[in-house]
T-cell receptor, first 110, second 112 residues
Framework: SQQGEEDPQALSIQEGENATMNCSYK?????LQWYRQNSGRGLVHLIL?????REKHSGRLRVTLDTSKKSSSLLITASRAADTASYFC??????????FGAGTTVTVRA | DTAVSQTPKYLVTQMGNDKSIKCEQN?????MYWYKQDSKKFLKIMFS???????INETVPNRFSPKSPDKAHLNLHINSLELGDSAVYFC???????????FGSGTRLTVV
């Protein structure tokens, strides 16, 4: 089954810098979602972008979607130590299935 | 609090044992899921249930048997546990596909 593939696998940045991670997928999607997972915790939904949308914002998060390239990016601006987590993109193929990749581990250094 | 809650949080058991993980959501969602996260953090869907009905069984061994007594509960029973079953199991729920999923905090299963 298809899943998102995140790039890079790991990212280390200084507090205040921006963090960008990318997601690629293979087939048609209903929507694409981004989640955050803090160490030892469950996943938290961050943002959903529909297949007919190109860009969405939520606070310091900006997500883009390019369906022609089958790719998405998540930008976290002005990062904080609390942003240290793993970030997953998830592909929604149908009403009952969300497929995840292995995530990008982001470390924000104080 | 509105949430997805799963118990237990940790489970250590010997190979060959049978164990259950319980999940409950009070969000009024129609659809519930079980996911398995391996040691490399890769999340794989196992089952989807909609209004107590099995929708997706993602080629999971039949040692894994989900049960949904009502749409607010989705339990996972695992027979004859194997070392490879060691992972973190997440329950999740959603209302419709146009919204995000709400995840529980996970059950870390260790088979020794």
């Amino acid at each position: 089954s298809q899943q998102g593939e995140e790039d890079p696998q790991a990212l280390s940045i200084q507090e205040g810098e921006n963090a960008t991670m990318n997601c690629s997928y293979k087939t048609s999607i209903n929507n694409l979602q981004w989640y955050r997972q803090n160490s030892g915790r469950g996943l938290v939904h961050l943002i959903l972008i529909r297949s007919n949308e190109r860009e969405k914002h939520s606070g310091r998060l900006r997500v883009t979607l390019d369906t022609s390239k089958k790719s998405s990016s998540l930008l976290i601006t002005a990062s904080r130590a609390a942003d240290t987590a793993s970030y997953f993109c998830a592909i929604n193929e149908n009403d009952y299935k969300l497929s995840f990749g292995a995530g990008t581990t982001v470390t924000v250094r104080a | 609090d509105t949430a997805v809650s799963q118990t237990p949080k940790y489970l250590v058991t010997q190979m060959g044992n049978d164990k259950s993980i319980k999940c409950e959501q009070n969000l009024g969602h129609d659809t519930m899921y079980w996911y398995k996260q391996d040691s490399k953090k890769f999340l794989k869907i196992m089952f989807s249930y909609n209004n107590k009905e099995l929708i997706i069984n993602e080629t999971v061994p039949n040692r894994f048997s989900p049960k949904s007594p009502d749409k607010a509960h989705l339990n996972l029973h695992i027979n004859s546990l194997e070392l490879g079953d060691s992972a973190v199991y997440f329950c999740a729920s959603s209302q419709i596909s146009d919204r995000g999923y709400t995840f529980g905090s996970g059950t870390r299963l260790t088979v020794v």
